[in-house]
T-cell receptor
Framework: EAQVTQNPRYLITVTGKKLTVTCSQNMNHEYMSWYRQDPGLGLRQIYYSMNVEVTDKGDVPEGYKVSRKEKRNFPLILESPSPNQTSLYFC?????????????FGPGTRLTVT | SQQGEEDPQALSIQEGENATMNCSYK?????LQWYRQNSGRGLVHLILIRSNEREKHSGRLRVTLDTSKKSSSLLITASRAADTASYFCATSNAGNNRKLIWGLGTSLAVNP
């Protein structure tokens, strides 16, 4: 089954404790992206990757890191989480083509930083 | 950065009625996409319409695109309680086909 998986689905942590949210897709997509979703602010892109070893900042990259060592995986790293990073996080992937770039989303990771 | 603006922000209808949501955007696009999100879950792609298309159908969904007005509408016919969700439009802009610019969504409630 074609899918994007994220882990963990729920995470409560404390300020400053490094964490990683994993994302994996099995559709051989070149493009992967991380979003955060907050009430009233919609979906905001954190980082994206157009292919292996190619990553770039989105609209709200501060406080986050990513890596793309393999095509299928795109982990999101919070080196020192703060309460303002409490949010619902989504990973998404798509083909890197001009004709259609519909994105496939993971189920989301709800992060609470206390 | 947000480009799409959905209208209305919230919509409540009875089962069997039609639901219409609108999306306006600011810059030239390659395509416009609609997604659905059930509460707290991942977004699901519904339909994509390219800039050279004016109308597209998929099951009970009908999407129109007016590039002169920079607007799109999503019509859900014969709505069901299971259509209750938030609906988002996203534009893929000319010059950057992979980044999607998202609207804030329309929250649709279909009452049984």
């Amino acid at each position: 089954e074609a899918q994007v998986t994220q882990n963990p689905r729920y995470l409560i942590t404390v300020t400053g404790k490094k964490l990683t949210v994993t994302c994996s897709q099995n559709m051989n997509h070149e493009y992967m992206s991380w979003y955060r979703q907050d009430p009233g602010l919609g979906l905001r892109q954190i980082y994206y990757s157009m292919n292996v070893e190619v990553t770039d900042k989105g609209d709200v990259p501060e406080g986050y890191k990513v890596s793309r060592k393999e095509k299928r995986n795109f982990p999101l790293i919070l080196e020192s989480p703060s309460p303002n990073q409490t949010s619902l996080y989504f990973c998404a992937s798509s083909f890197y083509r001009t004709t259609s770039n519909e994105q496939y989303f993971g189920p989301g990771t709800r992060l609470t930083v206390t | 950065s947000q480009q799409g603006e959905e209208d209305p922000q919230a919509l409540s209808i009875q089962e069997g009625e039609n639901a219409t949501m609108n999306c306006s955007y600011k810059t030239s696009i390659n395509n416009l996409q609609w997604y659905r999100q059930n509460s707290g879950r991942g977004l699901v792609h519904l339909i994509l319409i390219r800039s050279n298309e004016r109308e597209k159908h998929s099951g009970r969904l009908r999407v129109t695109l007016d590039t002169s007005k920079k607007s799109s509408s999503l019509l859900i016919t014969a709505s069901r309680a299971a259509d209750t969700a938030s609906y988002f439009c996203a534009t893929s802009n000319a010059g950057n086909n992979r980044k999607l610019i998202w609207g804030l969504g329309t929250s649709l409630a279909v009452n049984p």
